[in-house]
C-alpha cells in the first residue's frame, strides 16, 4: 500500500548542513534547501528534524534473541568453562524463564529497532534440547515486528551437530519448513570433533534446500585457518557465492600481514562474508579486509543471556565498542564501526543501502551531535527512528510494532 509523501525539514545528513528531505512510498525522492519542502509539497505529512544529525539505520549481522533474558526479572550465572558447560546452562535458563522465547525475543528486538537496527540476523539454538522451540519463537517474532526491523534467521545448533545427536535431523527440519533462511555450525574440529562431517551436512543442507550459511568459528591458529580453507572449498563447488558468512573468525586476528592479505583476496573471490562482534583484543581487522573487498559486518552476539549479563542489542554502542577495541583516534577511525554496522551490514544482508541519497531506502535515525565521530563516542538517544518514511520510534522506544 502507497505510504503518503513525507517531508523531513532542516535535518543534517552525516552532520551535514540543514536541508530538507522528501520521501515517497518509502524512498527518498528530493534534497531540498532546508525551509523550503513543505510549502513545495501540499498535503505532505512534515516532521521537523530540529537540525538534528540524521544517519543511516544500522544492521545487527549477529545476534541470539531466542536465549535473551531481556525484560525479565534479574538472572544469577552459574560459573562455567567453555562452550559446552555455557550450552548446558541455556537450556537451563531456557526451562526456567517464565516468558515464552516468542515473546522474549519480540521485545528485545523491538528495543534493537527503537535504537536504530533496521535488520538483523538471528542465530536461534536447534537442538533436542529446544526443538524448533527458537526458530519458532523468533519467527513470530518477525512477523510481528514486520515493517519495523527485517530479520533473517539461522538454525544454530550450539551444542554441536555430532555432539547432539538428533541435532541434524532437527536442522534439516528447520530447512525443509522455511524457518532458517541459513543453517548454522560450530567450531567444526575443536568443538565437534569432526571438520568434514559437519560441514557436508551444513552445506549440503544449505544447496538442498537453497538456504545459505553462517558457520560460529571461535577455533584459533591451525585448526581455525583448515575450516576457512575448507569453507572456501565447499563454497565454491557449490556456488555459494554472496551465501556463506563465517562468524567471529579469531583465526584470522594477528595473522602476518601477507597471509592476511592471501586469505582475504581468497574470501572475497569466493563470496564469503564475516561478522564481528568486536571482542576486547580480538575484533578483526575490519579496515584491511574491506579494502580487499571482503565483507564484514558487526553485530551484538549474546543480550544479557546465560552466556553474560552484558549487551543491550544497541548497534551504535557497539560501534562505539569496536572503536574502543581497535583503539581508534582519529575521527576515521572513530566512524569506522558505524559504517561496518550500517553500510557494511546491508551489504552483508543482501540489503539495499540507505545512505540518504536520492533514490536510497528512507531508512535514518536523528540525534543530537556536532559530527559522526562525536556521535559514536557519545552514543546519544535516538531521538526519531524512521523506516519506509515512517516514524517508528521516539526517544529510544517504538511508537508502533
Given at each position: 500500500?502507497?505510504?503518503?509523501?513525507?517531508?523531513?525539514?532542516g535535518?543534517?545528513?552525516?552532520?551535514g548542513?540543514?536541508?530538507?528531505?522528501?520521501?515517497t512510498?518509502?524512498?527518498?525522492?528530493r534534497?531540498?534547501?532546508?525551509?523550503?519542502?513543505?510549502?513545495a509539497?501540499?498535503?505532505?505529512?512534515?516532521?521537523n528534524?530540529?537540525?538534528?544529525?540524521?544517519?543511516p539505520t544500522m544492521?545487527?549481522?549477529?545476534i541470539h534473541?531466542?536465549?535473551?533474558?531481556?525484560?525479565?526479572?534479574?538472572?544469577?550465572?552459574?560459573?562455567?568453562?567453555g562452550i559446552?558447560?555455557?550450552?548446558?546452562?541455556?537450556?537451563e535458563?531456557?526451562?526456567a524463564l517464565?516468558?515464552p522465547?516468542?515473546e522474549?525475543?519480540?521485545?528485545?528486538?523491538?528495543?534493537?529497532a527503537?535504537q536504530g537496527?533496521?535488520?538483523l540476523?538471528?542465530?536461534?539454538?536447534?537442538?533436542?534440547a529446544?526443538?524448533?522451540?527458537?526458530?519458532?519463537?523468533?519467527?513470530?517474532?518477525?512477523e510481528?515486528?514486520r515493517g519495523?526491523v527485517d530479520?533473517?534467521?539461522?538454525?544454530?545448533p550450539q551444542?554441536?551437530?555430532?555432539?547432539?545427536?538428533?541435532t541434524?535431523?532437527?536442522?534439516?527440519?528447520?530447512?525443509r519448513?522455511?524457518?532458517?533462511?541459513?543453517?548454522?555450525?560450530i567450531?567444526?574440529?575443536?568443538f565437534?570433533h569432526?571438520?568434514t562431517?559437519q560441514?557436508?551436512l551444513?552445506?549440503?543442507l544449505?544447496?538442498?534446500y537453497?538456504?545459505?550459511?553462517?558457520?560460529?568459528?571461535?577455533d584459533?591458529?591451525?585448526d581455525?585457518l583448515?575450516?576457512?580453507d575448507?569453507v572456501?572449498?565447499?563454497?565454491r563447488?557449490?556456488?555459494l557465492?554472496g551465501?556463506v558468512?563465517?562468524s567471529?573468525?579469531?583465526?584470522?586476528?594477528?595473522?602476518?600481514?601477507?597471509?592476511?592479505?592471501?586469505?582475504?583476496?581468497?574470501?572475497a573471490?569466493a563470496?564469503i562474508?564475516?561478522?564481528?562482534?568486536?571482542?576486547?583484543?580480538r575484533?578483526?581487522?575490519?579496515?584491511?579486509l574491506?579494502?580487499?573487498?571482503?565483507?564484514?559486518?558487526l553485530?551484538?552476539?549474546g543480550?544479557?543471556?546465560?552466556w553474560s549479563?552484558?549487551?543491550?542489542?544497541?548497534?551504535?554502542h557497539?560501534?562505539h565498542?569496536?572503536?574502543?577495541?581497535?583503539r581508534?583516534?582519529v575521527?576515521?577511525?572513530?566512524?569506522?564501526g558505524?559504517?561496518?554496522?550500517?553500510?557494511?551490514?546491508?551489504e552483508?544482508l543482501?540489503?539495499?543501502?540507505?545512505?540518504?541519497?536520492v533514490?536510497?531506502?528512507?531508512?535514518?535515525?536523528?540525534?543530537?551531535?556536532e559530527?559522526?565521530?562525536?556521535v559514536?563516542?557519545?552514543?546519544p538517544?535516538?531521538?526519531?527512528?524512521?523506516?519506509?518514511?515512517?516514524v517508528?520510534?521516539r526517544?529510544?522506544e517504538l511508537v508502533?510494532g
Open positions: 500500500m502507497a505510504t503518503p509523501t513525507v517531508v523531513f525539514t535535518i543534517r545528513p552525516h552532520g548542513e540543514p536541508i530538507d528531505l522528501v520521501v512510498d518509502g524512498v527518498i525522492t534534497h531540498a534547501p532546508a525551509g523550503t519542502a513543505a510549502a509539497t501540499p498535503g505532505a505529512q512534515v516532521v528534524g530540529t537540525r538534528r544529525i540524521a544517519l544492521v545487527d549481522a549477529h534473541p531466542d536465549k535473551t533474558a531481556w525484560g525479565e526479572p534479574w538472572v544469577s550465572r552459574k560459573r562455567a568453562t559446552a558447560e555455557l550450552g548446558q546452562a541455556d537450556a535458563l531456557f526451562r517464565p516468558t522465547v516468542g522474549r525475543a519480540r521485545r528485545l528486538m523491538a528495543h534493537a527503537a537496527t533496521r535488520a540476523r538471528a542465530h536461534a539454538d536447534v537442538a533436542p529446544f526443538g524448533l522451540a527458537g526458530l519458532e519463537g523468533v519467527a513470530d517474532a518477525r510481528k515486528l519495523v530479520v533473517q534467521t539461522v538454525a544454530f551444542h554441536g551437530v555430532h555432539a547432539a545427536p538428533g541434524a535431523e532437527l536442522m534439516e527440519e528447520a530447512a519448513a522455511g524457518l532458517a533462511d541459513f543453517i548454522g555450525g567450531d567444526p574440529i575443536a565437534d569432526d571438520l562431517g560441514l557436508n551444513v552445506f549440503g544449505a544447496d538442498r537453497g538456504v545459505g550459511v553462517d558457520l560460529h568459528l571461535h584459533t591458529g591451525r581455525g583448515d575450516v576457512f575448507a572456501l572449498q565447499r563454497t563447488a557449490l556456488s557465492a551465501r558468512t563465517v567471529h573468525s579469531f583465526a584470522l586476528v594477528g595473522l602476518p600481514d601477507a597471509e592476511l592479505d592471501r586469505r582475504a583476496a581468497d574470501l573471490e563470496g562474508g564475516l561478522t564481528t562482534v568486536a571482542p576486547a583484543g575484533t578483526l581487522p575490519v579496515r584491511r574491506r579494502e580487499l573487498g571482503v565483507r564484514v559486518g553485530g551484538s552476539d543480550v544479557r543471556d546465560s549479563p552484558f549487551g543491550n542489542a544497541d548497534m551504535l557497539r560501534a565498542l569496536m572503536a574502543r577495541s581497535l581508534a583516534r575521527d576515521e577511525d572513530l566512524e569506522l558505524f559504517h561496518t554496522a550500517a553500510t557494511a551490514g546491508a552483508l543482501g540489503l539495499p543501502v540507505s545512505d540518504l541519497s533514490g536510497s531506502p528512507a531508512d535514518f535515525f536523528l540525534v543530537r551531535g559530527c559522526l565521530a562525536q559514536v563516542v557519545d552514543v538517544t535516538r531521538e526519531v527512528v524512521v523506516r519506509g518514511g515512517r517508528v520510534a526517544d529510544g508502533s
